[in-house]
């Protein structure tokens, strides 16, 4: 798992406005692979400030996933919707074709983008 920021082009504290163009947004990447799927319908992506807080769906729509395949497949999802200066929690929930949900990862932090003055 891999969470880092894309650009440097935003150094101030604070959410990032939709008036920064998205471009020059920092974001968390969260990447992921599976090495085959079964009957995968998606993902979705909980994120929480703090560990043991309460976490909540941030994408809109699932993150479609393979169905069945024995093929290696790579997911990618970015976050957008940041304070560059806080640490974040996140964790990928997998969705079976039958409604079952169970959690892909463990929680895991992002990192600080930029260090509060």
């Excluded at 894309?6 to 947004?25: A, F, R, V, Y």
């Excluded at 997911?75 to 974040?88: G, L, M, Q, R």
Aim: charged share 30%.
């Amino acid at each position: 798992m891999n969470v880092n920021a894309e650009t440097k082009m935003n150094d101030q504290c604070g959410l990032q406005t939709d008036e920064i163009p998205e471009e020059s947004k920092l974001s968390n990447r969260l990447k992921w692979k599976t090495a085959s799927e079964q009957d995968n319908f998606g993902y979705d992506i909980y994120r929480s400030d703090t560990e043991d807080g309460e976490y909540a769906i941030i994408n809109e729509d699932t993150l479609e996933g393979a169905g069945t395949t024995v093929n290696e497949t790579v997911y990618e999802f970015h976050d957008y919707n940041i304070d560059p200066c806080k640490v974040y929690y996140y964790y990928i929930e997998s969705i079976a074709m039958n409604g079952t949900r169970e959690a892909f990862t463990p929680k895991f932090p992002s990192k600080r983008k930029i260090e509060p003055k």
